[in-house]
């Protein structure tokens, strides 16, 4: 972002001045220059003007004596990191016999230019126009782009006029490396740069296709460099990075940019027709300036004021979360994300969606604070005027069990939980998620999701294992998960035996009953796969009463029932324990005590 400026109306000499100002952002790291050429336009003496640097971002070049500020001068911009910027300026000879419309042109491939040189004394001519055309026809190519000069045949060309011929690489409207990429539409003056597609906007404009005037007197990439006077840039002349060339400021034209603009016209060497409507005011620096309801180059689109759609006006969300808040709002024009506005604390604009008939900011808040809650306000501005709308946002604390889950059964394989007593935070509880695994395991949870009121079975678990066991509440809502409770430990039970015993026997004696069972021979059972045997008595169907229950030692094989019922039948079942698991039961085996006690 390179711009020349010099001087162009000044009488003398030593008050003739030449800057280049760089608008980028950080013009510490860019070096400036401004050299004169001495290769096309050859003088005997080097030049004798100073060159200094009043702000980081400009030099000056000043103190010119004789004829140093006749020629071409260059400013180059040297940086680390690539692009090598440079600009040209040409600077003619204020006696000459021609003065130029302008010092320099450019043109697509294929265009026929025409390029204007008028006399600058007319008062020995007679029959002869004071206006002479010279027209190049094309096609042109890079080798055709370079100063040119115009004068009478055997004169200096000192005495002439000089001009730059800036050659686009491709056809009008067309940029890109294959030049088949369409241009923007270049508002105001400004050309399409044929490498990048970027509008180079004319000083006065600027935006993304120079769609916005500056203050009057204001020029640069961001309308933030000054002209510093009140004449409003009168007399100076602006020369841009190619293609763009050089130009008066917007407002001004002549071969010293010191006349107004002609009534309707406009912008830069004020070249640009007004053409207002609808009661629009032709403005010589920023073109057509519209009444309340008309916008437009032209002022031939109309304004309809903006307006808030589709939001709730109480918003509920979660705490440490990073919520998405949509503002879309219709209008003529249509707002874009730089005119919707989220008012409270800081918010960034993430992107805007544009449809049809509305438009759509979408903002996040990163990690939202319980300072955040109260009252909010999204605003949008457009040329049709500006709507707002308030909501109330409420922050809801995701809940955090208080109370490890409690261990109700455990089995060799299982764990029976109830995994919330209390909690603290904010519900409704829309989900228990139970974590889960083994002490001796650094790597991630298992989880099963049940309910926070009912018991939860952990199966496909291990036998004779521990596991950390927590809870995860959430509530709904983007974040509403909680952290994880406290822990407790848990540890499944023994193996279950899988050895079914068989009841082979029974003797009776008077109201007692001695039952004896066996082991399938080879059963591989011994004190580390069982610990006992667990018999039951229970009366016959349709009854199925539990009588008795009767533990044994391993390598005890019967138990004697005492005080039994006379006239009763009774079914056993026998089976092998470990620690608290149990194996599958035997057949069961019925007797009954008779009267006579057999």
Known sequence: DLTMISTAEVNGINQFTISCINGER??????????????????????????????NN????????????????????????????????????????????TTSFFTSYHNLITYSLRFSDTSSLDCVSSL?????????TFANQGIYSASYVGDSPLQGAWMRLIVRDCPSN??????????????????????????????????????TAC???????????????????????????????????????????????DKDMYGPDCRLSCKCQNGGVCNRFSGCQCPTGWRGPNCKKSDRAPQILDL???????????????????????????????????STVLKTVIESNKSTALFEIHRLSAQQSGLWECRVYTNGGQDSRKFNLT?????????????????????????????????????TRILYKPVDNRGSWSSIIGDDKEPIT???????????????????????????????????????????????????????????????????????????FLVQLFRPPPYNEKLLEVTTLLNVLSTKFHNLEYQQDYIVVVQLINCGSQGPLSSPYHFRINSQGN
């Open 58 to 101: 400009e030099v000056k070049v000043k103190d010119f004596r004789d004829l140093d500020n006749i020629g071409i001068f260059y400013c180059e911009s040297i940086q680390e990191v690539p692009p090598f910027e440079m600009v040209t300026m040409i600077n003619n000879f204020g006696g000459g016999v021609f003065r130029r419309h």
């Open 174 to 211: 067309k940029w890109g490396p294959y030049c088949n990429q369409d241009c923007p539409e270049c508002l105001n003056g400004g050309v399409c740069h044929d490498a990048d597609g970027d509008c180079v906007c004319p000083p006065g404009f600027m935006g993304t296709r120079c769609e």
């Open 395 to 431: 922050i809801k604390e995701p809940p955090v069990p208080t109370t490890a889950p409690r261990l109700l059964e455990k089995r060799s394989k299982q764990l029976l939980v109830m995994p919330v007593d209390s909690h603290r935070g904010d519900g409704p509880i829309v989900s």
């Open 312 to 346: 709730a006006s109480n918003l509920e969300l979660n705490l440490n979360s990073s919520p998405k808040i949509l503002c879309s709002a219709t209008g003529n024009p249509l707002p874009n994300h730089n005119s919707i506005e989220l008012r409270k604390l800081d």
């Open 26 to 55: 950080s013009p510490g790291q860019v070096e400036l220059d401004i050299k004169r050429d001495n290769k096309i336009l050859i003088f005997p003496k080097k030049p004798n003007f100073k060159v200094s640097k009043p702000r």
């Open 132 to 140: 002479i055309t010279v027209c190049f026809y094309g096609p042109y």
């Open 458 to 532: 952990l199966m496909n678990l291990e036998p004779s294992k521990r596991y950390r066991v927590c809870v995860q509440l959430s509530r709904p809502g983007e974040g509403g998960e909680g952290d994880h409770g406290p822990e407790a430990i848990m540890e499944t039970d023994c193996p279950e035996p899988t050895v079914q015993p068989e009841i082979d026997s029974s003797s009776l004696e008077g109201r007692n009953a001695t039952v004896r069972w066996r082991l399938p021979t080879n059963n591989g059972i011994n004190a580390g796969t069982a610990t006992g």
């Open 215 to 261: 203050r009057e007197g204001m020029f640069g990439q961001n309308c933030q460099e000054s002209c510093g006077s009140e004449l409003n840039c009168k007399g100076l002349r602006f020369c841009l990075p190619d293609p763009y060339g050089c130009s008066c400021a917007s407002g001004w034209f002549g071969s010293r940019c010191e006349k107004a603009c």
